[in-house]
């Protein structure tokens, strides 16, 4: 669990990062993400309950579980991760949210990577729960 800590709060500071260097472009990335958050942030404990208890866990059994490791039958782990990766983010990208679409890939590849290296889901979905607490609760985006 030590390691979900650690890539969670990576992700996290690489997320806040990313963030901080693109409101230095001329893209409205601040506007974007506001809308974002006004939207689809969690507000009430029922939402961070679901948030934790379904949401998260539901989504790394199906990504790095299912979906990584069926492209794996078909093509290298390096090109499944990337596969994976990159439908992870083309669904945030349904939204029409694109800053989170990047974000989801390139967390998508970090998750997929530590996944085919630990090999273990609970740490995946540890990782992912803490880079979404620190996000929402503890050190929010500053916009």
Do not use: D
């Not at 260097?21 to 961070?48: C, D, E, M, R």
């Not at 990159?86 to 996944?115: D, S």
């Not at 085919?116 to 729960?129: A, D, G, N, T």
């Amino acid at each position: 669990m030590v390691y979900g800590l650690v890539f969670g709060t990576l992700l996290y500071g690489l997320v806040a990062a990313g963030f901080q260097l693109l409101l230095l472009t001329p893209f409205n990335i601040a506007g974007s993400v506001k809308s974002f958050l006004a939207n689809f942030a969690p507000v009430t404990i029922w939402h961070y309950l679901l948030l934790m208890f379904i949401i998260v866990p539901g989504e790394e059994i199906f990504w790095r579980g299912l979906v990584q490791q069926k492209f794996k039958h078909y093509c290298s782990t390096p090109l499944a991760i990337l596969a994976s990766s990159v439908l992870f983010g083309l669904a945030l990208a349904l939204g029409g949210f694109w800053p989170g679409a990047w974000t989801g890939i390139i967390t998508g590849l970090i998750l997929g990577l530590l996944y085919e290296w630990k090999r273990s889901l609970p740490v995946i979905i540890v990782s992912h729960l803490v880079m979404i607490v620190l996000l929402f609760l503890i050190f929010p985006l500053a916009i």
